[in-house]
């Protein structure tokens, strides 16, 4: 049908350029999740949901939680939430995604300036689209690139709010935001920090409370915790002053007009959080596991996310389904996702895998790249 053709065209355009994306089923040895800790097949996190059905919880919130949706399993896990990782409030949201839009869209203001690393995750693109701020790309982790941004918008006249954005660890390089410079830099620009604590959530910091716990509860921090990755849920936690989740119950649309998480998860969630204090080993097996990656020479980037740069789309795409016909599951990363010419393997490690596995990874890719 004509009606499609546009549609058609542009699916056979991605196709030609190696840059088409269909889903496959999960096989083989995990280096492609983000169940960094091993979490999401564990029974204690099976059993929470159990014993949470087994006392009346139900499957589905039935509305947005200003509607009937609002379940005390969901304010449960808010407060341990906020007692957790030191904050004075939480707010649960479905995923890392609608809490990064709602938060870009809702809280800066018309007038304001939002400097965002320029490899931010696509919902903080998405937020600011749908928000009235201004907003400009500092280079990726260059402390002087954002304060350069904020001086020459105030040159030019800004005289509102400024509001930093990054992330704490970047979830296609691995490597680890500047954020006490930010943090100074906030302080000195009476500044909003905004830091998505996506992939340092469970891993880093004490009790696995993230990178940016030393910040946690500064009325200027706004952090941004989510639940499927370390954690091995699903959903999001918004961690900051009351003030600020108050405003997002208040006027944040994408939390005002979605149904509920499920009150399932949020129990799950809870369960998770218990896990983080009570087991700190697997935070420590996962260390050993990074240090022994670079130990056999893979990228060293200081976390569990190794990206092995390849560059040209066709090629990444050859060789992460080699890997998998070997049993590995290493998934190719390409653009829009990753700049151009940057096309990679992005190996993930966690604890569904162990040193065996890493040391038969090495050797294949050996024989690959």
């Known amino acids: 049908m004509a009606i499609l053709d546009q549609h058609r065209a542009d699916m056979e355009a991605l196709a030609r350029r190696g840059r088409g994306r269909r889903l496959i089923p999960r096989a083989g040895v995990d280096f492609a999740s983000n169940d ?18 087994a006392r009346g919880v139900p499957i589905g919130s039935g509305g947005s939680r200003l509607l009937r949706g609002n379940d005390p399993e969901h304010e449960a896990l808010e407060a341990e939430a906020a007692q957790f990782f030191g904050c004075e409030s939480a707010l649960f949201f479905s995923s890392g995604y609608a809490a ?18 320029e490899l931010i995750h696509a919902s903080v693109h998405d937020g600011l689209r ?12 260059d402390v002087q690139a954002f304060a350069d941004a904020i001086r020459g ?21 691995g490597d680890i935001a500047p954020i006490a410079d930010l943090a100074d830099l906030a302080a000195r620009e009476d500044a909003f920090l905004l830091i998505d604590e996506a992939h340092s959530t469970g891993v880093f910091g004490p009790d696995g409370r993230g990178l940016a716990a030393a910040w946690e509860g500064e009325e200027n921090v706004i952090t ?11 959903g999001a936690l ?5 003030v600020i989740t108050d405003y997002l119950v208040n006027r944040g649309r994408g939390f005002i007009f979605s149904t509920a998480p499920s009150p399932l998860m949020a129990a799950a ?32 980037t200081g976390s569990q996310i190794l990206p092995i740069i390849i560059g040209d789309d066709k090629r990444t795409m050859a060789i992460a389904a080699a890997l998998q016909e070997a049993g590995l599951d290493v998934r190719g990363i390409r653009p829009p996702t990753v700049p151009m010419g940057t096309s990679r393997l992005r ?23």
């Open 269 to 300: 969630v809870r369960a998770a959080l218990g896990l983080l204090r009570s087991e700190p080993e697997r935070r420590e097996r996962l260390m050993a596991l990074i240090d022994h990656a670079a130990g056999l020479g893979l990228p060293k």
């Open 153 to 173: 918008w105030r040159e030019k006249g800004g005289k509102g709010r400024v509001w930093i954005a990054i992330e704490s660890l970047y979830s296609m390089d």
């Open 100 to 117: 990064n839009t709602t938060l870009l869209a809702a809280l800066p203001r018309r007038g304001d300036l939002v400097v965002h690393d």
């Open 347 to 369: 190996v993930s490690l966690t604890l569904n895998a162990g040193v065996e596995n890493l040391n038969y990874l090495h050797n294949i890719l050996k024989t690959l790249i």
């Open 238 to 242: 918004v961690c900051g002053p009351r």
């Open 224 to 234: 941004l915790r989510t639940c499927g990755k370390a954690l091995g849920c699903e």
């Open 130 to 141: 749908c928000g009235k701020a201004e907003r400009v790309a500092a280079t990726h982790n």
């Open 36 to 53: 960094y800790l091993g979490l999401a097949g564990l029974p204690v996190l099976a059993d929470s949901v159990a014993a949470a059905i």
